[in-house]
């Protein structure tokens, strides 16, 4: 509780007896709400999302227009019959190949960053996102454990292991991030913002250790694998799409129900048990519901890193730091930037396909690099 003198939200003083509200600054002796989710970005996130979506089904191997596309899409609403131009040959290439791919992708994007966000805000760590936390990595673990033991091949993956896969993945995620939760806490309370990375980056080595054992012992599985562990959204159909719909309800459901318990949480755990939120109750939820999300992303499109780290801070930086917009708005750019990011990687090397993980590591190290050095600063 804060009192004369004392600095609220933002280090300003506060007037005696009056508490300082979660995420409120003081300004001429009056709180002050952050700026939360305006409408503006939340047009602005669903119109990246359609264009997106638009941009990703027109493009390929056979480009089609983008104006047919969309009347097309929206002959997919009941009751709407509009010609679009487009013959049979081209209504299936729409509708059974590149729409499933496309929606997957704006998924599994929505997924990697609102959970890269949650975790942002759980850890009160800037750099803080799954792929770095090693929740990929365990992921990645299970799922490869899971592969070797059943002895699941090709694209029969998902589609042999509709339940097992997912699950396998849940519980390597949040055991990952646990495990280094406490590595990183084994430095008392004067670490720097870096060493929950060290943490995530020795236990993501140590994970990637045990990865390649098992996969020494059972040589058939490395290329599959191996091929799943660089990231692709590939998909034969609607069967990842629909795999993955259920763990991406609930997750998006349990962070944005809770997301400004993330701007209490970032006052510090005196603060926000004063004004009667339970700090360790709240992370663990939120930790939990994190990890559902990357465990289903991980489990359908494998390991794609830095999504996290990219869409969330990208968000920040045009939107403000309140939980209250970060965290869906990064779900609708999250998904677009992905949706996006996998047309990239099928058309600037066509016929030939490149990895969707390498190129979002292509884009996300030098990224990284920036806010690692801006972290650095502010915190000197």
């Not at 993956?157 to 997912?166: C, E, K, R, W």
């Not at 090397?349 to 030098?366: C, D, H, K, N, Q």
Request: aromatic share 4%; charged share 10%; hydrophobic share 50%.
């Amino acid at each position: 509780m804060s009192t004369a003198g004392t600095p609220g939200a933002t280090g300003t003083p506060v007037r005696p007896g009056e508490p300082a509200a979660p995420g409120r600054s003081i300004r001429g002796g009056r709180p002050v709400r952050p700026a939360g989710l305006r409408r503006r970005w939340l047009v602005a996130g669903f119109a990246a999302v359609l264009v997106s979506a638009i941009a990703g089904i027109a493009f390929g191997p056979v480009s089609l227009p983008p104006g047919s596309v969309a009347i097309e899409l929206l002959n997919l609403v009941p009751g709407v019959h509009l010609h679009s131009g487009l013959n049979e040959r081209e209504v299936a290439i729409v509708t059974e190949l590149r729409l499933p791919r496309v929606v997957l992708g704006l998924l599994v994007g929505g997924m990697l960053a609102l959970a890269g966000g949650c975790y942002q805000g759980v850890f009160r760590n800037p750099l803080a996102d799954p792929h770095l936390l090693g929740v990929a990595a365990g992921a990645g673990l299970a799922v490869t454990a899971v592969i070797v033991a059943r002895g699941v091949t090709g694209a029969d993956v998902t589609v042999g292991l509709p339940v097992t896969i997912p699950l396998a993945a849940f519980v390597g995620a949040l055991g990952a991030v646990l495990l280094t939760y406490l590595l990183g806490a084994a430095g008392g309370r004067d670490r720097s913002p870096a060493t929950l990375i060290l943490a995530g980056v020795a236990v993501s080595a140590f994970l990637a250790a045990g990865q390649t054992y098992l996969l020494q012992r059972d040589a058939e599985s490395i290329q599959e694998v191996y091929s799943w562990m660089l990231g692709r959204l590939a998909t034969a159909g609607w069967h990842d799409v629909l795999l993955m719909l259920p763990y991406t309800v609930v997750t998006a459901a349990v962070v944005l129900l809770h997301r400004r318990e993330l701007d209490v949480l970032a006052l510090g755990d005196d603060e926000a048990s004063s004004l009667g939120l339970h700090p360790q109750r709240s992370r663990l939820l939120l930790v939990a519901a994190a990890s559902l999300g990357t465990a289903a992303a991980v489990s359908v499109s494998g390991l794609i890193g830095f999504v996290g780290i990219i869409v969330p801070h990208t968000v920040r930086m045009l939107a403000g730091s309140s939980y209250r917009a970060v965290l869906p708005l990064s779900v609708l750019f999250g998904g677009a930037f992905l949706a996006l990011t996998d047309l990239a990687a099928r058309t600037v090397a066509a016929p030939s396909e490149i990895p969707i993980g390498v190129v979002t590591a292509l884009l996300g190290g030098p990224f990284f690099a920036l806010v690692l050095r801006t972290t650095k600063r502010v915190s000197e």
